[in-house]
């Protein structure tokens, strides 16, 4: 049996407004640009529906009949799974600024004045989606790309065939610092990563040099082949020297902490250094998979290392 290929994600946009045909007309235009498009001719009604579906942008307007825009968009930024939804209100036109400011102060991410263009309707629609979808994928600790953007920049590299290197960095001995420490110092071991990695990169990388957070303490960073092996190097060193702040005295003065292993047993584990793998075109790399296999061999090399180690394949050059 063959299986057909699943569709294409098409955004959603929820528009809310009593008005039948402005409705009607608003959602013919974003259809015709693409778009999935659910109405509501007032709020209970959007806010019900939001309890079903999950819209990419609403688009609300602040006159309403029921319940104004004003008290729609407040429901809509206190709704348990619909809060970060951006939204787009219609304000009217003229002179009287009240309206757009109303709407900014109440949580509104955006603002249209009647009359507005189709082109202005779907550019703002399209505007907010992309910021969306970068959003999304940003990690909430770090703020740095996540998951979705590091796969499309290592794709775009590895498929344009231009030279490229991606260095995966590991933190090791986190969950043990993690469990003694608590996971509020255990958040600030890994922003001291992101940190490091960050101001090397603006120190000695270049503008093209792209920093991503896999998630938990893995991260990444796609570089050219002659100056990974510097960058990362430079990362190794730098935490090193700037995570010892992390410990107390004692521990520092130790070179190690105390804690329980998988097993329950008591260990003394090492302070907290990073294993890097620098992975570079070769003919071991045959697709996008296979990077992160060889990336998953060279952390296991590194791991096995005392302290910060960089691994670089000896069979790429």
Excluded: C
Aim: hydrophobic share 40%; net charge neutral; glycine share 6%.
């Amino acid at each position: 049996m063959t299986l057909a290929a699943p569709e294409a994600h098409r955004p959603t946009v929820l528009v809310v407004d009593d008005d039948k045909i402005l409705r009607e007309i608003i959602g013919t235009n974003l259809e015709l640009g693409g778009f999935e498009v659910l109405t509501a001719p007032d709020g209970p009604s959007a806010l019900a529906l939001l309890d079903d579906r999950l819209p990419d942008v609403v688009v609300l307007d602040v006159v309403m009949p029921l319940m104004d825009g004003y008290a729609t968009l407040g429901r809509i930024r206190r709704h348990a799974t619909a809060s970060h939804v951006p939204v787009i209100v219609l304000t009217g036109g003229g002179l009287d600024t009240t309206e757009p400011v109303k709407s900014l102060e109440a949580g509104a991410d955006d603002f249209i004045a009647k009359p507005f263009s189709p082109q202005e309707m779907l550019a703002r629609v399209r505007a907010k989606v992309r910021r969306a979808n970068v959003d999304s994928s940003l990690q909430p600790l770090t703020r740095l790309p996540g998951n979705i953007a590091i796969e499309h920049e290592v794709r775009r590299r590895f498929e344009a065939r231009e030279p490229w290197a991606v260095i995966y960095a590991d933190l090791d001995n986190f969950k043990a610092f993690n469990d003694h420490y608590g996971f509020v110092r255990g958040d600030d071991a890994i922003r001291l990563v992101s940190t490091t990695m960050s101001d090397t990169i603006k120190r000695i990388g270049v503008e093209s040099d792209f920093l991503g957070h896999i998630g938990g303490d893995d991260f990444i960073i796609v570089t050219s082949p002659q100056r990974a092996e510097n960058l990362a190097r430079t990362v190794a060193d730098t935490f090193d020297r700037d995570v010892l702040p992390l410990y107390d005295p004692n521990d520092r003065k130790n070179g190690w902490i105390a804690a329980k292993d998988r097993r329950g047993n008591n260990v003394r584990f090492p302070l907290m250094s990073l294993s890097l793998a620098i992975v570079t075109q070769s003919p071991r790399i045959k697709s996008y998979q296979s990077i992160g296999e060889v990336a998953a061999e060279l952390k296991s090399f590194a791991k096995r290392q005392t302290g910060s180690f960089v691994a670089m394949d000896k069979r790429a050059r």
